[in-house]
């Protein structure tokens, strides 16, 4: 019981302090909000621009399977031998080197416009570091976090393929909570290993979150669930808000959750540095 | 500070690379056009609420219960414009409203807007204008669309604010509902109902099949057939 009150009494303290040093850090704070700002306005017209384009050739390919001649149907040997026989094979190709450039300029998004964050993110901590090398640490170990976050995507977008095939609901696997585990356990290392770049090598980052991540189980979860709590918090807040006025949703999402990006940022550095392996 | 600049250099390139790659979309993934122009039918007024019948018995009519904003149903159009290039005044082809608003909310809004294009005699290029950017349809698109088809933009918004055809919507949307239609696209040739994405193959083996009825029935009864087109 000891033990529990005095991790919520640091987890308290660290808030605190977190928010304490970002007052302090006031320029540093802005940059990390604007950057966060931009990377969702250009990630979110990324997105737009490739999945509409997606979403149009697996339309495409839904209508010629369900236009097909039964005799294509019972001739073809397999799903490939019949996307090729009833002309969808270009549409799959299309989806595959458009899901490639897709993932490539995000991630290419996601390098410059974090890298930069958690540079900022030490220099808040007042945690002594080259920025070039945080900068590339920050890419080399997202490397292994995107490859994972590629695969779950891929994973889902041909379940739901599958799945939409069988029951005809596009959002038939939009909640599966396998999918979200992955997704949630991807975020969980991710962030830990984020937080060692200043101090270490990327490789060691990645092998310093899995032993942080399993060894200070408790330690590291304690600092995600009032991560979790603050953010269903500002989620509740704003779909309240959104039931009064709409348009002050986006006002209040900008206020609310960009500078709690910045705050979550800080605190689960200054949180991860207490501990050791 | 060398290292840095390089750095920032770097990242900037890689933005505008990334930027312009996504704005370069439709020119390195086009949308795959049906390569078919001939408009489906006649442009203009639709003559009383109800689509009337066919006016000679060797015309095959083929009805299309659509929707703007369900992709099945433009998967259907380039099939329906090879048909209609080969077959020419052979048959007819009729749009149907039948917009589903639950999973389409646009759909009544785009279907209303294609019948104030009729009166301008414009419903089949804004039909086709519809179906082109229907990943991107929006309530300021369906505007859009109405000036780049070439619209009396004044008549075309007097229109709009007046809903006054949302009765032809009401009537063909009832009247799917009568004949069994149950999503879209449906087709009815000669009356007969075929859901889905009809394939271009299907479509010749039916219309030449009722084709080939009328002919037969012409030279059985040819007088009876005469009749009829005289009071049609």
Not at chain 1, 183 to 197: E, G, K, P
Not at chain 2, 193 to 207: A, K, L, P, Q, T
Request: one cysteine or more.
């Amino acid at each position: 019981m000891n033990k529990v009150k005095s991790v919520a009494a640091d987890v308290c303290s660290c808030t605190a302090n977190a928010a304490r040093a970002m007052w302090a850090d006031k320029k540093d704070s802005l940059i990390c909000m604007a950057a966060d700002m931009l990377f969702f306005i250009f990630a979110g017209f990324i997105t737009s621009a490739y999945m509409t384009r997606m979403v149009a050739s697996l339309y495409s390919i839904g209508a010629l399977l369900q236009g097909a001649e039964e005799s294509a149907v019972l001739a073809s040997d397999g799903l490939f031998s019949l996307l090729d026989a009833v002309g969808a094979a270009p549409h799959v190709w299309r989806i595959a080197a458009m899901l490639t450039l897709m993932t490539l300029s995000l991630f290419a998004l996601y390098g410059l416009f974090h890298g930069f964050i958690w540079v900022h993110i030490f220099k808040i901590l007042r945690i002594k570091t080259d920025p070039t090398t945080i900068f590339k640490r920050f890419v080399q170990v997202s490397v292994l976090w995107a490859a994972l976050f590629f695969l779950q995507r891929v994973i889902f977008f041909v379940a739901s393929f599958f799945a939409t095939l069988r029951t005809k609901d596009p959002t038939a696997l939009n909640n599966d909570p396998i999918l979200l585990s992955f997704l949630f356990i991807i975020t969980y290392f991710a962030m830990i290993s984020y937080t060692q770049t200043a101090e270490h090598s990327a490789l060691v980052s990645i092998h310093r979150s899995f032993s942080l991540g399993v060894r200070r189980v408790t330690h590291v979860l304690a600092a995600v669930i009032l991560l979790v709590i603050v953010f269903a918090a500002v989620n509740y807040a704003l779909l309240a808000l959104q039931t009064l006025w709409s348009t002050l949703v986006l006002i209040g999402g900008t206020v609310t959750v960009i500078p709690a990006m910045t705050w979550a940022r800080v605190f689960f550095a200054a949180w991860m540095h207490k501990l050791k392996v | 500070m060398k290292k840095q600049t390089a750095y920032a250099t770097g990242g900037v390139i890689a933005l505008i690379i990334v930027l312009l790659l996504a704005l370069s979309l439709d020119l390195l993934f086009p949308l795959e056009s049906s390569g078919y122009t001939t408009p489906l039918g006649y442009e203009g007024p639709r003559s009383g609420v109800a689509a009337p019948e066919t006016e000679s018995q060797n015309v095959v009519l083929i009805e299309e219960f659509s929707d703007f904003q369900c992709p099945f149903c433009a998967q259907a159009v380039p099939i329906a414009k090879r048909v209609k290039a080969h077959y020419g005044d052979q048959i007819e082809f009729r749009y149907r409203h039948f917009p589903i608003e639950k999973i389409h909310p646009l759909a009544p809004r785009a279907a209303l807007a294609s019948e104030c294009m009729r009166d301008q005699e414009m419903f089949w290029t804004y039909h086709d204008l519809l179906f082109e950017n229907q990943a991107r349809l929006s309530d300021s698109m369906i505007r859009e669309l109405a000036a780049q088809a070439g619209a009396e933009m004044a008549l075309f918004d007097a229109c709009m604010s007046s809903m006054r055809h949302a009765v032809i919507l009401q009537e063909d949307f009832l009247e799917g509902r009568e004949r069994g239609v149950e999503g879209t696209p449906t087709f009815f040739v000669n009356g007969a109902r075929y859901e889905g994405v009809v394939s271009y193959d299907r479509f010749v083996e039916i219309i030449d099949r009722e084709l080939t009825r009328a002919e037969s029935q012409y030279a059985r009864d040819p007088q009876d057939v005469d009749r009829k087109e005289g009071t049609a």
